[in-house]
């Protein structure tokens, strides 16, 4: 079970910092992502990280301003939003992956129930 806290309302130009705790199954064993999805589109990739956290991948919109990290003797994974735009308004969900899956939507099989996150302009 994954499970998101830390969305909220941010004004533009805040920071917000999400996490997801992970339950029944060590974290270490897999690729970890965050998605999001806005109202009337489709899900997509915003970061992602390697089950041993050795590297980090990033979608275009938000690489530079979003750090995705992972700690897995907690099981937690987070990630760090500075510099937030209006248009980064979503749900964002964190989802598990076997390793070495990728970074596609489609290889994540577990799923949280995702976390508001909005920010006003």
């Known amino acids: 079970q994954l499970v998101e806290s830390g969305g909220g309302l941010v004004q533009t130009g805040g920071s917000l910092r999400l996490s997801c705790e992970a339950s029944?199954?060590?974290?270490?064993?897999?690729?970890m992502a965050w998605f999001r999805q806005a109202p009337g589109k489709e899900r997509e990739f915003v970061g992602g990280?390697?089950?041993?956290?050795?590297?980090?991948y990033y979608a275009d919109s938000v690489k530079g301003r979003f750090t995705v990290s992972r700690d897995n003797r907690r099981n937690m994974m987070y990630v760090q939003m500075n510099s937030l735009k209006p248009e980064d308004t979503a749900v964002y969900y964190c989802?598990?992956?076997?390793?070495?899956?990728?970074?596609?939507?489609?290889?994540?099989?577990?799923w949280g129930q995702g976390t508001q996150v909005t920010v006003a302009s």
């Open positions: 989802a598990a992956a076997m390793k070495d899956s990728g970074w596609h939507l489609n290889a994540y099989g577990y």
């Open positions: 029944g199954r060590p974290l270490r064993n897999y690729d």
């Open positions: 990280i390697s089950w041993n956290g050795g590297s980090t």
